[in-house]
């Protein structure tokens, strides 16, 4: 049994950050169409960097999202929770990271209580490591919300100018309505279908589920979510509601549904627990994965109990497949935070094991093949040749880049992966060591530190843990 000189610094080991840099990557979709903006881009520039400095890394990448509010990037949230594993945070350009200056201030508060920094590789004078650093950090992301604060009040002042002459400001048809010379016109059918399923819901005592069910027979090809829409939408008895707002416009859509029958259902619903749980700490956040549809479990803290008890879900085990009654996981069984902790502390050994057999790492060779980013290439290549041919580049340019997509495409079908048994020797040490005596002194917070710095992800079902992957 290893001394007490000993076991503080196997301690300290277990609660230094690791060793890693997590490089985050964003483009929107609308950077995408209008200036070719490119996933693979930020990625190419931001693996060159890591290995010219020798570092470890791990991508967080959000595809087809805008970076003016966080609740939407769901790799950020995680980047973000798992911050304490990482020195440093990376990104190509600020703007990638973030245009708003709270959410901005925000992301670096946590960063900084986990001792984590943050680069931009293509901004020398963005690295809030450095006092200067953090000053040119806050005052260009000011600078960047100030330009869509000013964008967005060019859009508001011109869609304010239409709905004051009732004019449609979206060009997606709202169910119930057509949009005739640029107004709402109630689509009689659909209007219909709209008052009988209120009266449905109505007649059943507002049950979800028998609604529901009802919803699936009548309205092809909708979801869940497109039910309680449809059952809470202002609009539906002449109150517009604007978007992300708590306005509403009378007299700019046409009522469809009688206010006394709209209320009626609204008072049928379930009413919303508010939650009360935000502060619980747990341990295996961000671990614990369904073994059936691969997706993250999800927390639910009971408090019913004496003491509060930590359960995982299945989130799609509660949710249904679009347009249908079938639920999009069967596992529907909930595990406890102990008996996961339990098990691993248990089983540690021969899960660890059991992963060895298995684990392989995938080597690039020069570049891994990648059928979508040929098809982007080629894609390219077509676009190139239009701009050729309406006159807006000139031939040398032509030639030029077809030279390099080309190649490109030709390294992409030539390239060979070839793989290396991965290096697991930081997990042996540990499981030598008397790591679960250790385990037992450490607080919640550092437990939950030691999993996140050992294990991968948890796949869980029906109540049972079926597999351990390891960092």
């Given amino acids: 049994m290893p001394n007490l000189i000993e076991q503080q ?64 990037r769901k790799a950020l949230k995680e980047l973000l929770d798992k911050s304490y594993m990482f020195d440093m945070v990376i990104f190509t350009k600020l703007d990638r990271l ?57 859009i508001n002042f011109v869609f304010k100018n239409k709905r004051e002459k009732g004019e449609v ?23 219909e279908n709209l008052l009988n ?30 039910m309680i829409h449809y059952l809470t939408d202002t609009a539906y008895i002449g109150k517009y509601k604007l978007y992300r707002k708590e306005i509403y416009l009378d007299n700019y859509i046409p009522a469809i ?43 639910k803290v009971d408090n019913r109990t ?9 989130n799609n085990a509660y949710t249904y497949k679009k347009g249908t009654k079938i639920k999009k996981c069967t596992n529907n069984a909930t595990i406890r935070e102990e008996d996961i902790e339990q098990y691993l502390l248990e089983n540690l ?12 790492i995938e080597k690039e060779v020069v570049t891994s093949s990648n059928p979508q980013k040929i098809k982007q290439l080629e894609k390219r290549i077509l676009k190139l040749k239009d701009l050729y041919l309406d006159d807006l580049i000139d031939k040398e340019t032509y030639k030029k880049d077809y030279t390099k997509y080309t190649k490109e495409i030709e390294k992409l079908k030539e390239a060979k992966i070839i793989t290396e048994n991965r290096d697991l020797s930081h997990i042996e040490k540990l499981l030598n060591s008397n ?37």
């Fill in 9 to 72: 610094k196997i301690i300290t080991e277990l609660n230094k950050p690791v060793k890693y840099v997590a490089c985050y990557v964003r483009v929107s979709t609308e950077e995408q169409v209008k200036f070719g903006f490119s996933i693979e881009a930020q990625k190419d520039a931001l693996e060159k960097y890591c290995k010219e400095h020798g570092y470890k890394f791990k991508f967080f990448i959000d595809e087809g999202i805008s970076a003016s509010s966080m609740k939407k």
């Fill in 98 to 154: 973030s245009r708003n200056v709270l959410d901005a201030n925000n992301i670096n508060k946590i960063l900084k209580e986990n001792n984590c920094t943050m680069k931009a590789i293509d901004e020398d004078d963005i690295d809030t490591s450095t006092a200067d650093g953090t000053f040119i950090f806050n005052l260009k992301v000011s600078l960047a919300q100030r330009e869509i604060g000013k964008t967005s009040e060019r």
């Fill in 169 to 191: 400001t979206s060009g997606q048809k709202k169910y119930g309505y057509d949009i005739v010379d640029k107004h709402f016109k109630i689509n009689p059918t659909e209007a």
């Fill in 197 to 226: 399923l209120y009266k449905f819901n109505i007649s059943v005592n507002g049950d979800v589920e028998k609604t529901y069910g009802y919803f699936v027979e009548h309205f092809d090809g909708k979801g869940y979510d497109a």
């Fill in 257 to 299: 549904i009688p206010e006394d029958i709209w209320y009626k259902v609204q008072d049928l619903r379930p009413k919303k627990t508010i939650a009360t749980n935000i502060d619980v700490e747990d341990i295996f956040s961000g671990l614990v994965y369904c073994n059936n549809c691969k997706s993250r479990m999800y927390r």
């Fill in 306 to 314: 004496k003491n509060t008890v930590i359960r995982y879900c299945c």
């Fill in 349 to 360: 050994f021969k899960e660890f094991n059991k992963y060895k057999l298995n684990a392989k």
């Fill in 435 to 471: 790591y679960i005596d250790i385990y037992s002194k450490l607080t919640t917070t550092n437990k939950k530190k030691f999993w996140l710095s050992v294990i991968d992800k948890i796949y869980v079902e029906k109540r049972q843990i079926k597999e351990v992957t390891f960092k």
